[in-house]
């Protein structure tokens, strides 16, 4: 499995950006179907769980400091997923990486495959 994040770049507070992330495979070895999370690592911090969607798109959940700002979707062919974000402050501002999981999963030792990241700016 094989993954690429793009749409990064420059905006300023309040303004929007949508991540793109494309995937190689539908199917992990073995025929299981991939969980797809967002996360995102801040100069000198840590890598951060921001959200993930299930594998048939049905569900999703999110970290408390995006909830009702940014939202997961997949493509109809389950090989693209998107981070809308919107209302961005300058806190958001990180890497932000895509990552598959057989598991509906927070924490990012779960994650099996990781995409290069894209750099997110928010300015004040």
């Known amino acids: 499995v094989q993954l690429q994040a793009s749409g990064g770049g420059l905006v300023q507070a309040g303004g929007s950006l949508r991540l793109s992330c494309i995937v190689s495979?539908?199917?992990?070895?073995?025929?299981?179907?991939?969980?797809m999370g967002w996360f995102r690592q801040a100069p000198g911090n840590e890598r951060e769980f921001v959200g993930v969607?299930?594998?048939?798109?049905?569900?999703?959940l999110y970290t408390d400091s995006v909830k009702g700002r940014f939202t997961i979707s997949r493509g109809n062919a389950g090989n693209n997923v998107y981070l809308q974000m919107n209302s961005l402050m300058p806190e958001d501002t990180a890497v932000y990486y895509c990552a598959a999981s057989p598991y509906l999963s927070s924490s990012a030792p779960q994650y099996n495959y990781w995409g290069q990241g894209t750099l997110v700016t928010v300015s004040s």
């Open positions: 495979e539908r199917t992990l070895r073995g025929g299981g179907l991939y969980n």
């Open positions: 969607i299930t594998w048939n798109g049905g569900s999703t």
